[in-house]
């Protein structure tokens, strides 16, 4: 998105996010969720904090209705507005990587170009990304409906609902995908961790590890 501020500049402070990841013991990373409305998202992303905190591990949650009830709140869901919505949570994720938070996305993101523009902010500031896909039938997630939202866009009481009457465009090379009409929560919660421990998300950054030694 082009600056329309002018007369900014960047203000750098004394203390680096190393530092910050050295104070956590940990490093700071985005793991992105993305699927359909119903397909589990926010329930993996609240069984992963629970696992994570017993692991010491300091991570936050940012959820679609929970942003949309505030930062966000001016949107609506437009193809636009969708846009912005990503393009203002991926900008959050990035400070909160920067703190050396570990950050759970929860959004259904329909649009392949907005997750990849998220993914181009966090390689171009070497920041760690990860796109997991919350995969789930249309079927299933109209049999779950937990919000009553899929009844309402079949009778058109709710416009451009995602999977209904407007797109979603699944990821083709995500990171890791899940199946949650098929998975149980555990397995989707133990692959996940798979996927930290396999990229060093769960161990102390490596300057600390250094000092330590």
């Given at each position: 998105m082009e600056q329309v501020a002018t007369n900014v500049h960047w203000h750098n402070g004394e203390i680096t996010r190393t530092d910050r990841e050295n104070m956590l013991s940990q490093q700071g990373a985005t793991l992105w969720f993305t699927g359909l409305s119903g397909s589990g998202k926010s329930s993996i992303a609240v069984a992963l904090e629970q696992a994570l905190a017993k692991r010491n591990k300091l991570s936050y949650r940012l959820d679609g209705d929970n942003i949309r009830l505030g930062i966000n709140n001016n949107l609506g869901f437009s193809a636009e507005d969708r846009t912005e919505n990503i393009r203002r949570v991926g900008e959050i994720s990035k400070l909160f990587v920067d703190s050396?938070?570990?950050?759970?996305?929860?959004?259904?993101?329909?649009?392949?170009?907005?997750?990849?523009?998220?993914?181009?902010?966090?390689?171009?500031?070497?920041?760690?990304?990860?796109?997991?896909?919350?995969?789930?039938?249309?079927?299933?997630?109209?049999?779950?409906?937990?919000?009553?939202?899929?009844?309402?866009?079949?009778?058109?009481?709710?416009?451009?609902?995602?999977?209904?009457?407007?797109?979603?465009?699944?990821?083709?090379?995500?990171?890791?995908?899940?199946?949650?009409?098929?998975?149980?929560?555990?397995?989707?919660?133990?692959?996940?961790?798979?996927?930290?421990?396999?990229?060093?998300l769960l161990a102390a950054p490596t300057s600390q590890r250094n000092k330590e030694s």
């Open positions: 050396g938070v570990i950050v759970l996305s929860s959004f259904i993101s329909p649009y392949s170009n907005d997750r990849d523009t998220v993914r181009k902010l966090h390689q171009d500031n070497d920041m760690p990304f990860f796109e997991i896909f919350v995969d789930c039938s249309l079927e299933e997630v109209e049999k779950r409906d937990p919000k009553g939202l899929y009844k309402k866009a079949r009778s058109g009481e709710i416009k451009n609902f995602t999977g209904i009457d407007a797109p979603y465009e699944a990821p083709s090379h995500p990171d890791l995908h899940l199946n949650t009409d098929s998975q149980s929560l555990e397995t989707e919660v133990d692959l996940i961790l798979e996927l930290m421990e396999k990229n060093g």
